[in-house]
Each structure stands twice: as structure tokens, then as C-alpha cells.
Nanobody
Framework: QVQLVESGGGSVQPGGSLSLSCAAS????????MGWYRQAPGKQRSLVAL???????LYGDSVEGRFTISRDNAKNTVFLQMNSLKPEDTAVYYC?????????WGQGTQVTVSS
């Protein structure tokens, strides 16, 4: 069993930055691909960024060049650095851990970008 706890959400003005963290607990976490997803009101949950066990990353088109995902396997933590935030980035951000048939989600953290 893996538990994921997100932190770092909040409110920021357009053009600002926020950093999200996802602390994971459980065994074998270094084998998991880790990702950030988001869901805005009335919209489907979508990929923000993904980092594989070997460090390869994948980003959603709308955040490429503005967001950076990273992981610290020693601390079982994955990070999302968000820069140049836009109002359309407003959503609940969820952490996800996937390995084979194992698929875990965190509870989510709200990010609001507004002037």
C-alpha cells in the first residue's frame, strides 16, 4: 500500500510561481513512475507532468517550458515547480504513483491563479 500526501498549493497572481510536493510512504517506491495531474471544475482530470524511475519526464502541452517535475527517491518525494502561472492553471492538483497494476492517488491540493 502506498500513501501520497500533496502539499504546497495555494493562491498566486498570474505570472507567479508555486512549488508542490508529494510525500509518499510505502515500500518499493523507487520502482514507481510518479506524476502530477490536475482537474478544473467541469473538466476531466489531465496529465500535468510525469517522471519515470529512470528520470525521463513527460509534460502536458499546456505546461511545457513552465513547469518542472523532479523526484528525490531517498526522500520518497516528488516535486512540481510551477512558474509563469496562468489563470487557466487553476485546478486541484493530484499526485499519482504507478507501478504495474498498482495505481495510487493523493487527495489533491488546490492551486488558484487569480489577480
Amino acid at each position: 500500500q502506498v500513501q501520497l500526501v500533496e502539499s504546497g498549493g495555494g493562491s498566486v497572481q498570474p505570472g507567479g510561481s508555486l512549488s508542490l510536493s508529494c510525500a509518499a510512504s510505502g515500500s518499493g517506491l523507487s520502482r514507481y513512475a510518479m506524476g502530477w495531474y490536475r482537474q478544473a471544475p467541469g473538466k476531466q482530470r489531465s496529465l500535468v507532468a510525469l517522471i519515470e524511475t529512470g528520470g525521463r519526464t513527460l509534460y502536458g502541452d499546456s505546461v511545457e517550458g513552465r513547469f518542472t517535475i523532479s523526484r528525490d527517491n531517498a526522500k520518497n518525494t516528488v516535486f512540481l515547480q510551477m512558474n509563469s502561472l496562468k489563470p487557466e492553471d487553476t485546478a486541484v492538483y493530484y499526485c499519482r504513483a504507478v507501478y504495474a497494476a498498482n495505481d495510487y492517488w493523493g487527495q489533491g491540493t488546490q492551486v488558484t491563479v487569480s489577480s
